[in-house]
């Protein structure tokens, strides 16, 4: 079974530049989430999908972050403009569902690592 | 506001010894919870998970213990090798699986050392 994955691994911007990171979960799981790591820390939770539509954003900055999973399958994540603090790794992560409700462990990418000049 | 936690905690074995990473969590409702083990350069790996309505679980050379009265989990490898020298996070789902399904919160993270 191929694993989540994303692209790019890396990327390097200016500040004030954009970006985006691409997710393709684990073929059938519904629910799909996007985490931030910055160095040291555990990952924090962006934003979560199940199917197509948006189940939590509350951690989302979104006068500059967005991020969609239009088809309810691969996933964008945005950036625009970028500052110094986003730097970071964007990891991308899928769970399986259950009766609407997403199950188990997650299975998480190797991530995007962003550094932002 | 969180720290800019650059010096995880780290915990220092011998090849061969048992380790024992542990975790505090603050959240009542939380029912299930899971470790993860991130290598550098790579994405949080699943180790082992346990819900609430239990105090022990065991996998392949690990365990892991939950103590719901003092809100404190642990993780224990048994026998560490090299290979298991990474950092160690645990995650908790404190909205419970009723209630929005897996929504993990991940701890700070401890880094474990494996010396020959």
């Known amino acids: 079974e191929a694993g989540v994955a994303q692209s790019p691994r890396y990327k390097i911007i200016e500040k004030r530049q954009s970006v985006a990171f691409w997710c393709n979960p684990i073929?059938?799981?519904?629910?799909l989430y996007w985490y931030q790591q910055i160095l040291g820390q555990g990952p924090k939770l962006l934003i979560q999908?199940?199917?197509?539509?948006?189940?939590?954003d509350s951690q989302l900055p979104k006068d500059r972050f967005s991020a969609e999973r239009l088809k309810g399958v691969d996933s964008t994540l945005k950036i625009q403009p970028a500052k110094l603090e986003d730097s970071a790794v964007y990891l991308c992560?899928?769970?399986?569902?259950?009766?609407?409700?997403?199950?188990?462990?997650?299975?998480f990418g190797e991530g995007s690592r962003l550094t932002v000049l | 506001g969180e720290s800019v936690g650059l010096h995880l905690p780290t915990l220092s074995v011998q090849e061969g010894d048992n380790s024992i990473i542990n975790c505090a969590y603050s959240?009542?409702?939380?029912?299930?919870f899971i470790w993860y083990k991130q290598e550098s350069g790579k994405g949080p790996q699943f180790i082992i998970d346990?819900?609430?309505?239990?105090d022990k679980r065991q996998g392949q050379r690990v365990t892991v213990l939950l103590n719901k009265t003092v809100k404190h989990l642990s993780l224990q490898i048994a026998a560490t090798q090299p290979g298991d020298s990474a950092v160690y996070f645990c995650?908790?789902?404190?909205?419970?699986?009723?209630?929005?399904?897996?929504?993990?919160?991940f701890g700070t993270g401890t880094q474990l050392k494996v010396e020959l």
């Open positions: 992560a899928s769970s399986r569902t259950s009766g609407g409700i997403s199950i188990g462990e997650l299975f």
């Open positions: 073929s059938g799981h519904a629910t």
């Open positions: 999908f199940q199917n197509n539509g948006v189940v939590d």
């Open positions: 959240n009542s409702a939380s029912d299930y």
């Open positions: 346990i819900r609430s309505n239990m």
């Open positions: 995650a908790e789902n404190g909205e419970g699986l009723t209630g929005g399904g897996n929504k993990l919160t």
